[in-house]
C-alpha cells in the first residue's frame, strides 16, 4: 500500500519531468525520455519492512506544454497519467506541481502533511540525471505517504537507483 504511493508520487513527479528542454528543439517537437526508479519502502503503519519497489516507464512533453507518462511497477501494473507543464495538481493528502530549477533542471514536488518528496530532472544534450529526495517538513518525525487504507507512517524511503535518458 505505502509502496503503491510512493511509486504514485514519484511517477507524478516523474511525469513531468523526464521531458525536458522544449526551448531547445523545433517548433512541434516532442520531447521522450525513459526512467527507471528502485526503492525500498518500511513502514510503522501499516507494518511493512524492506519491501523492494521498481517502477520504469517512458514520459513525453509536447511544445504545446502537455505531459504523458506510462508507467509500470512491481506494486501496481500499469499506469499512465496525463497533464500540462507548469500546473499543479491536488491530490489526496497534499499536491504535486512543477517548477523551472535552472537552465536545464526541471523540480517536481509532491507534498505530503509530514514531508515533500522532490524530484530533479536535468537533461544536458544527450546526458540526463534523475535525483529523488524526501525531506521532513519542520518538526515533523515521520513521512507520510497516501494509501488506500489513509495515510502511511514510514521511515525515510531508500532510493537505490534513479536512471532516465533521452529518447530520440
Given at each position: 500500500m505505502v509502496q503503491t504511493s510512493f511509486i504514485h508520487a514519484v511517477a507524478l513527479l516523474v511525469f513531468s519531468i523526464v521531458m525536458l528542454p522544449v526551448s531547445s528543439k523545433a517548433a512541434g517537437s516532442v520531447i521522450r525520455g525513459k526512467f527507471?526508479?528502485?526503492?525500498?519502502?518500511?513502514?510503522?503503519?501499516?507494518?511493512?519492512q524492506n519491501f523492494p519497489i521498481h517502477?520504469?516507464?517512458?514520459?513525453?512533453l509536447s511544445t504545446d506544454r502537455s505531459a504523458t507518462v506510462d508507467m509500470s511497477s512491481n506494486?501496481?501494473?500499469?499506469?499512465q497519467y496525463n497533464g500540462k507543464l507548469g500546473g499543479h495538481i491536488e491530490l489526496p493528502n497534499g499536491s504535486a506541481s512543477l517548477h523551472v530549477a535552472g537552465r536545464h533542471?526541471?523540480?517536481?514536488?509532491?507534498?505530503?502533511?509530514?514531508?515533500?518528496?522532490?524530484?530533479?530532472?536535468?537533461?544536458?544534450?544527450?546526458?540526463?540525471?534523475?535525483k529523488v529526495e524526501d525531506r521532513l517538513k519542520r518538526g515533523k518525525m515521520q513521512y507520510t505517504f497516501?494509501?488506500?487504507?489513509?495515510?502511511?507512517y514510514c521511515s525515510k524511503p531508500q532510493v537505490v537507483k534513479a536512471e532516465c535518458s533521452v529518447i530520440h
Open positions: 527507471s526508479i528502485d526503492a525500498i519502502a518500511s513502514c510503522e503503519n501499516p507494518p511493512v517502477a520504469e516507464g517512458t514520459a513525453s506494486v501496481e501494473g500499469m499506469v533542471t526541471l523540480r517536481a514536488i509532491r507534498e505530503y502533511p509530514n514531508n515533500s518528496l522532490i524530484v530533479d530532472l536535468t537533461i544536458i544534450g544527450n546526458s540526463c540525471s534523475l497516501n494509501t488506500a487504507i489513509g495515510l502511511a
